[in-house]
């Protein structure tokens, strides 16, 4: 079983920073790339940041020089730092890890998700 659990999420107002975390546990083998996505209320689940094992980032380019993406690969967690917020940011954000189980075979790359963090940018 594998499961991801993020937290960090909540109120913040325009401007300000939040940091968000996600961890995986469970029977994993090796973890692949670890993203950020997220979606507002009746709009699709949109792309945000990505990381992949060995170190490459993408961004959208909504948040590109605002968020940073990062991994500890050591605790399977990934973070997301989330500065100069706008309320546009608002949003439920989901942790998504493609990653491979060692409890199953073959040994195939598959993705997971977090329940998601609120972040509600308001003043």
């Known amino acids: 079983q594998v499961q991801l659990v993020e937290s960090g999420g909540g109120l913040v107002q325009p401007g300000g920073s939040l940091r968000l975390s996600c961890t995986a546990s469970?029977?994993?083998?090796?973890?692949?790339?670890m993203d950020w996505y997220r979606q507002a209320p009746g709009k699709q689940r949109e792309f945000v940041a990505s990381?992949?094992?060995?170190?490459?980032?993408n961004y959208a380019e909504s948040v590109k020089g605002r968020f940073t993406i990062s991994r500890d690969n050591a605790k399977n967690t990934v973070y997301l730092q989330m500065n100069s917020l706008k309320p546009e940011d608002t949003a439920v954000y989901y942790c998504?890890?493609?990653?491979?189980?060692?409890?199953?075979?073959?040994?195939?790359?598959?993705?997971?998700w977090g329940q998601g963090t609120q972040v509600t940018v308001s003043s």
């Open positions: 998504n890890a493609n990653l491979v189980r060692s409890d199953t075979w073959p040994r195939i790359i598959s993705p997971y």
């Open positions: 990381l992949s094992s060995g170190g490459s980032t």
């Open positions: 469970g029977r994993i083998a090796s973890i692949n790339t």
